[in-house]
C-alpha cells in the first residue's frame, strides 16, 4: 500500500466516529428551514449536503480543507522553475486535508504516471464518433466506456465489507484521474488540429504533461495548473459535484458518476459560462471598433447595456459578496504574462468600472467579477480559441474535487440521496391558498 493511501486510510478512521456520534446522537437537531421559493426555485440555499473537501465562504471565496486560494497558491509546492502547485499536490491536500512535502507529491506524481496509460478501446471509439460530435460528449463517453476496468465493482461482486468500499473507489479514482488530462488533450488534438496526435511525457507531471499534449509552450503548464486546481471543488451543491455525489450515492462505481458529472457542466447555466462571457467581450470589442476604450467610453457601454435590459456576464455570484479569488488568481497571471493583450485590456477596464455602476444600480447583490469573466480570455491567448473546448478544461479540474469527494462518501457511509417531493397542491395549502 502507498503511503498516500495509508495516510488516507488513517484520515478516514479517525473520521468516522465524528459522522457516527452525529447520526446517532444528534440525528433530530435542525439544521434549518426550507421554504416554498426554496422547493419550487431549485433548492437554492437549502443546507441538506455534507462534505469537508471544500466551502464557498461568502467573503473569503472557496476554502480547500480550510485553506483559501491565496494560501493554497503560497503553501502548495511547486515544479522546479514553475509558478503554480502541482494538481498532484492539490488532489493530496483534497483528500487528507494536509499540505504534502515534496516528497508525498512526487509519490502521487508517480502514481498518475504509472496509471496513466488509456486503453486503445478508448480512442478507437472516440474515432469512430462524428468529428462534429461536441467536445463534451467525447470526453463523457469516453470516461463511462472506461466503466468496465472498475475495480469497485469488480470487489463489490466478490462481497467487499461496507467499511472497506472507499479502498476501490480511491483505487478507480487514482486510475480515472491519471487518465483524464490525456483524453483531453487527445480530443483537442483530434478535432482542431488536424488529428496530430501528442504521446505523453513521462518525466512530467500533471499540469506540464497536459501542456506539452496539448502542444502549448511555457507557461502554459502553469495555466493548466492554475485552472484544473481553481475549478477544481466548489461545494457540493453544484449541477455537477452534486450530480456526482448523487449518481455515485448509488453506489454507481466512479466511472459512471464522473461521466454523470460531466453531462451536468455542460449545460449553458453552469460550465459554458466562461465561454459566453468571452463571446460577450469579443462583440463588445467590434462594436467599439478593436480600440481599447477609456474609462469614460467603457462606463457608458456598461449603462447603456444596463438601460436596454441588458446584463453584464461575468459579474455577479449566488453566494460570494466580494470578488471572486479564482478571478484574481488568473487576473494576477494576466496582469504578469499577457498585460497588453486586447482582449485582457477589455477584461482589466471592465473590472474597473462593472462593480461600481452595479453598485449605484442597486440590483445586483454581488457586483464583483466571478471566475468566469477572466478564464476564457487566458485560454484564448494561448492558442485555444475553440469554445466547445472550454469545459472540457473545466471537467478535468472539476473531476479532481469530486472524485475526492466521492471517496470520502464511500469511506463514511453516506446513504442513496432521496430527498422527498411534494405536489403544487400541497404547496398551496402550506401557504394557506384556498
Aim: hydrophobic share 40%.
Amino acid at each position: 500500500m502507498s503511503k498516500f493511501k495509508a495516510k488516507l486510510r488513517e484520515k478516514i478512521e479517525g473520521w468516522r466516529p465524528r459522522t457516527t456520534k452525529l447520526v446517532k446522537e444528534y440525528g433530530a437537531t435542525k439544521v434549518g428551514e426550507v421554504t416554498i421559493a426554496q422547493a419550487i426555485g431549485g433548492m437554492r440555499g437549502v443546507k441538506c449536503l455534507t462534505t469537508d473537501i471544500s466551502y464557498l465562504d461568502p467573503f473569503e471565496g472557496i476554502r480547500f480543507r480550510g485553506f483559501t486560494i491565496p494560501e493554497c497558491l503560497e503553501k502548495l509546492p511547486k515544479p522546479p522553475g514553475c509558478e503554480m502547485p502541482y494538481v498532484e499536490g492539490h488532489f493530496y491536500l483534497l483528500l487528507t486535508g494536509d499540505i504534502p512535502t515534496e516528497k508525498e507529491i512526487k509519490e502521487v506524481v508517480d502514481e498518475f504516471k504509472k496509471r496513466q496509460h488509456v486503453p486503445q478501446y478508448v480512442f478507437d471509439m472516440l474515432r469512430a464518433l462524428p468529428r462534429d460530435t461536441h467536445p463534451m460528449t467525447m470526453f463523457s463517453a469516453a470516461i463511462v466506456a472506461m466503466q468496465r476496468e472498475s475495480l469497485f465493482v469488480k470487489m463489490y461482486n466478490e462481497g467487499i465489507s461496507k467499511m472497506e468500499y472507499w479502498d476501490p473507489t480511491f483505487e478507480d479514482t487514482m486510475n480515472l484521474l491519471a487518465k483524464l488530462p490525456q483524453i483531453g488533450a487527445y480530443i483537442f488534438r483530434m478535432k482542431y488540429r488536424g488529428d496530430t496526435i501528442i504521446p505523453p511525457d513521462p518525466d512530467l507531471d500533471m499540469g506540464g504533461n497536459f501542456a506539452h499534449m496539448m502542444g502549448i509552450d511555457k507557461p502554459y503548464d502553469d495555466v493548466a495548473r492554475l485552472y484544473f486546481m481553481l475549478h477544481s471543488d466548489h461545494e457540493s451543491g453544484n449541477v455537477s459535484a452534486h450530480t456526482g455525489h448523487l449518481v455515485a450515492s448509488a453506489l454507481s462505481d466512479v466511472y459512471y458518476a464522473i461521466s454523470a458529472m460531466i453531462n451536468g457542466l455542460a449545460g449553458p447555466l453552469h460550465g459554458l459560462a466562461n465561454q459566453e462571457v468571452l463571446r460577450w467581450i469579443q462583440g463588445v470589442m467590434d462594436k467599439m471598433g478593436g480600440k481599447i476604450p477609456t474609462e469614460e467610453e467603457m462606463k457608458k457601454f456598461v449603462w447603456d447595456t444596463l438601460n436596454s435590459g441588458q446584463v453584464i456576464p461575468g459579474f455577479g455570484h449566488a453566494v460570494l459578496r466580494k470578488t471572486d479569488p479564482r478571478y484574481m488568481a488568473q487576473r494576477e497571471f494576466c496582469l504578469k504574462h499577457l498585460p497588453d493583450y486586447p482582449i485582457f485590456k477589455y477584461v482589466d477596464s471592465l473590472y474597473k468600472v462593472v462593480p461600481p455602476i452595479l453598485e449605484e444600480q442597486g440590483k445586483a447583490k454581488n457586483p464583483w467579477p466571478n471566475v468566469d469573466a477572466q478564464s476564457g480570455v487566458i485560454q484564448w491567448y494561448y492558442g485555444i480559441t475553440e469554445y466547445d473546448f472550454y469545459t472540457v478544461l473545466f471537467g478535468i479540474g472539476r473531476a479532481i474535487g469530486v472524485a475526492s469527494n466521492i471517496v470520502w462518501d464511500r469511506a463514511l457511509g453516506y446513504a442513496i440521496e432521496r430527498p422527498k417531493s411534494l405536489t403544487t397542491a400541497m404547496l398551496e395549502e402550506i401557504a394557506g391558498i384556498k
